[in-house]
């Protein structure tokens, strides 16, 4: 036996292959079907109906195309009850503008770049690398605690106060250019800092470097508008208007939750976390030193507890997810049990420790939950709402399995109100930082 497969291996390899005459058959339907449509299970698509007992009202369904907001919209589906109910329309009608929203985070994450950068004591390149600080540094994609931090700042504006335009759904190109411009620049920076420029030199660089991308993204998404008049009907059927009206007005106005208030809840079973802890990543933020990205990790079923307290109160649930395995988009259903590759394939999937740890699973996705199905108080089936519009899946929604939440969702984020004494308790400790690269 050495260290290479030999050619009498492949030969006893085949014959034990063509042994098991159902393999014959196998091979032949996948190559013609496809792994999913000759694996999958249908009794399992009947098994998990859209039928919900506790469910929100029917909404709008966002469309994030190529964009690769959909931490945007999970935000705007998490706050759009609320805003439709102040306006006094149907939220059939609302639509919140995730352009705004994403100008201002690119623009602000340019600036927690530069100023990590700043704040470096080792500037060696190596180090830069080693510690993946600008491998993600303005790339899109996000997590709850950017969305409000923006929210915050900035405020909120409807749809058509700046609406999407032709780059603001294509994410490669500007993510490519901005990503692109922002590294030069730091290079730059890391140079004057290894030349022992000063601090106010540092900065002068800087914010002529923001005034550079202020340009850029003006031109490519639209300049944000900084007043507005703003005029609806409302379901009196009554004409509302409002002039010079700004998006922390608008905000102020319409938004009556409180974002601040929202805790990211995680459940991450690894060989290097602990239940119990906070822990917080290194480097990745939007607005420098305001939108920290950190999460309580706790066990799955605290977290569906969590959830279900919210949802029964009519607050949809943000979740992190990964979602490309096991999951059928015509009927949307999201099932452990959905292809059978251990039968068909003699292959046994990773558990979520074992995922997580090796970085096969991770948070590429972020979509809401506004509905469960209960039995004797036990969740059975999730309704998870998703921003890809609503041609595939059950009307857009994902009909989650309860299994589904236990090997895939990563993290839910929930009114602090809803937990426990013990849980708000944990919340006091001062989070582990973790890496850029890690999976959460």
């Given at each position: 036996?050495?260290?290479?497969?030999?050619?009498?291996?492949?030969?006893?390899?085949?014959?034990?292959?063509?042994?098991?005459?159902?393999?014959?058959?196998?091979?032949?339907?996948?190559?013609?079907?496809?792994?999913?449509?000759?694996?999958?299970?249908?009794?399992?698509?009947?098994?998990?109906?859209?039928?919900?007992?506790?469910?929100?009202p029917?909404?709008?369904?966002?469309?994030?195309?190529?964009?690769?907001?959909?931490?945007?919209?999970?935000?705007?589906?998490?706050?759009?009850?609320?805003?439709?109910?102040?306006?006094?329309?149907?939220?059939m009608?609302?639509?919140?503008?995730d352009?705004?929203?994403?100008?201002?985070?690119?623009?602000?994450?340019?600036?927690?770049?530069?100023e990590?950068?700043?704040?470096?004591?080792?500037?060696d390149?190596?180090?830069?690398?080693?510690?993946?600080?600008?491998?993600?540094?303005?790339?899109?994609?996000?997590?709850?605690?950017?969305?409000?931090?923006i929210?915050?700042?900035?405020?909120?504006?409807?749809?058509?106060?700046?609406?999407?335009?032709?780059?603001?759904?294509?994410?490669?190109?500007?993510?490519?250019?901005?990503?692109?411009?922002?590294?030069?620049?730091?290079?730059?920076?890391?140079?004057?800092?290894n030349?022992k420029?000063?601090?106010?030199?540092?900065?002068?660089?800087?914010?002529?470097?923001?005034?550079?991308?202020?340009?850029?993204?003006?031109?490519?998404?639209?300049?944000?508008?900084?007043?507005?008049?703003?005029?609806?009907?409302?379901?009196?059927?009554?004409?509302?208007?409002?002039?010079?009206?700004?998006?922390?007005?608008?905000?102020?106005?319409?938004?009556?939750?409180?974002?601040?208030?929202?805790?990211?809840?995680?459940n991450?079973p690894?060989?290097?976390?602990?239940?119990g802890?906070?822990?917080?990543?290194?480097?990745?933020?939007?607005i420098?030193?305001?939108?920290?990205v950190?999460?309580?990790?706790?066990?799955?079923?605290?977290?569906?507890?969590?959830?279900?307290?919210?949802?029964?109160d009519?607050?949809?649930?943000?979740?992190?997810?990964?979602?490309?395995?096991?999951?059928?988009?015509?009927?949307?259903?999201?099932?452990?049990?959905?292809?059978?590759?251990?039968?068909?394939?003699?292959?046994?999937?990773?558990?979520?420790?074992?995922?997580?740890?090796?970085?096969?699973?991770?948070?590429?996705?972020?979509?809401?939950?506004?509905?469960?199905?209960?039995?004797?108080?036990?969740?059975?089936?999730?309704?998870?709402?998703?921003?890809?519009?609503?041609?595939?899946?059950?009307?857009?929604?994902?009909?989650?399995?309860?299994?589904?939440?236990?090997?895939?969702?990563?993290?839910?984020?929930?009114?602090?109100?809803?937990?426990?004494?013990q849980?708000?308790?944990?919340?006091?400790?001062?989070?582990?930082?973790?890496?850029?690269?890690?999976?959460?």
């Amino acid at each position: 036996m050495g260290d290479q497969i030999s050619l009498q291996q492949i030969n006893h390899f085949s014959k034990e292959y063509n042994k098991d005459t159902a393999n014959k058959i196998i091979e032949n339907k996948i190559t013609q079907n496809g792994i999913e449509d000759t694996c999958i299970n249908y009794d399992i698509i009947d098994e998990n109906p859209p039928i919900f007992n506790v469910e929100l009202p029917e909404s709008k369904r966002y469309h994030q195309k190529e964009s690769h907001k959909c931490w945007i919209f999970a935000g705007i589906n998490v706050i759009k009850h609320n805003v439709a109910q102040n306006l006094n329309i149907d939220i059939m009608d609302l639509e919140l503008s995730d352009n705004y929203i994403a100008f201002w985070d690119k623009l602000e994450k340019s600036n927690n770049t530069y100023e990590n950068i700043i704040a470096l004591e080792n500037t060696d390149l190596t180090y830069v690398r080693k510690e993946a600080i600008l491998k993600f540094c303005v790339s899109e994609g996000g997590y709850w605690q950017w969305f409000v931090a923006i929210i915050n700042k900035y405020g909120i504006v409807p749809i058509n106060i700046m609406p999407n335009v032709v780059e603001s759904i294509n994410y490669e190109k500007i993510d490519a250019i901005f990503t692109e411009k922002v590294k030069k620049d730091a290079i730059y920076l890391l140079e004057l800092k290894n030349k022992k420029e000063s601090l106010e030199k540092l900065r002068e660089v800087k914010n002529s470097f923001l005034q550079e991308n202020y340009n850029l993204l003006s031109k490519i998404l639209g300049e944000p508008k900084f007043t507005f008049d703003y005029e609806y009907k409302d379901k009196n059927n009554e004409t509302i208007s409002y002039q010079n009206m700004t998006p922390t007005d608008f905000r102020d106005k319409f938004l009556t939750l409180n974002l601040n208030d929202f805790v990211s809840i995680g459940n991450l079973p690894m060989y290097n976390k602990q239940y119990g802890k906070i822990y917080a990543k290194k480097y990745l933020g939007n607005i420098y030193q305001r939108s920290r990205v950190t999460f309580l990790n706790l066990q799955p079923e605290e977290l569906k507890e969590l959830a279900i307290r919210q949802l029964k109160d009519g607050i949809p649930v943000w979740l992190g997810i990964y979602h490309k395995k096991f999951r059928d988009k015509k009927s949307g259903v999201l099932d452990l049990r959905l292809y059978d590759y251990k039968e068909m394939l003699g292959f046994k999937p990773l558990n979520k420790k074992e995922a997580l740890a090796l970085n096969d699973i991770w948070l590429d996705h972020c979509m809401t939950f506004c509905g469960v199905h209960l039995v004797k108080g036990k969740p059975i089936r999730w309704k998870v709402e998703d921003s890809k519009g609503d041609e595939e899946k059950a009307n857009g929604y994902y009909i989650m399995n309860d299994n589904y939440f236990d090997e895939f969702v990563l993290n839910v984020i929930v009114d602090k109100k809803y937990l426990s004494i013990q849980q708000l308790k944990l919340l006091e400790q001062e989070p582990i930082e973790i890496e850029v690269t890690d999976s959460f």
